[in-house]
């Protein structure tokens, strides 16, 4: 898993890439009972979730050596329906990651505003993405 998250990461664009910089963050692959609780827990939302993101701080500034906070992402979330193909888990996955990236680096979607910002970068990003994978 670490080696596909590597490959997703150095495909971001530039923008993304901290050339130079030390960037971290980590990554956990969860289920949905564990990632409900957490959800609980953290947010009092009492359901699973597809992706939960915990950045380390609230002001980012990306110095030589940076990390950036937690992303918990429900394996269970994506596998859905189960019918689905793997091109087709790898892309969901994919946008979830970006989805949870984007968090830790203080983008959010309470208002439409900042839903239509946030949802732009992720579709520049995933469309960089996808297109030096394949």
């Known amino acids: 898993k670490e080696l596909f998250f590597n490959k997703i990461c150095n495909a971001f664009p530039k923008k993304y890439?901290?050339?130079n910089k030390k960037v971290s963050l980590s990554l956990l692959l969860s289920n949905n009972h564990n990632?409900?609780?957490l959800n609980k827990n953290f947010r009092n939302r009492n359901r699973p979730t597809d992706v939960l993101s915990f950045p380390f701080k609230k002001k980012k500034k990306i110095s030589k050596?940076?990390?950036?906070?937690?992303?918990?992402i429900s394996y269970n979330f994506i596998d859905k329906?189960?019918?689905q193909n793997l091109k087709i888990f790898k892309e969901k996955?994919?946008?979830?990651f970006i989805h949870g990236f984007l968090h830790l680096l203080g983008f959010d979607h309470?208002?439409?505003?900042d839903y239509k910002k946030m949802l732009?970068?992720?579709?520049k990003i995933y469309q960089s993405?996808?297109?030096k994978l394949d």
Do not use: N, W
Not at 65 to 72: A, Q
Not at 93 to 96: C, D, E, H
Not at 120 to 123: A, I, Q, T
């Open 17 to 19: 890439q901290f050339l």
């Open 35 to 37: 990632i409900k609780k």
């Open 65 to 72: 050596k940076t990390y950036i906070g937690d992303i918990i």
């Open 81 to 83: 329906p189960k019918s």
């Open 93 to 96: 996955l994919i946008k979830i």
């Open 110 to 113: 309470l208002k439409l505003k």
């Open 120 to 123: 732009k970068e992720e579709e």
């Open 129 to 131: 993405v996808i297109t």
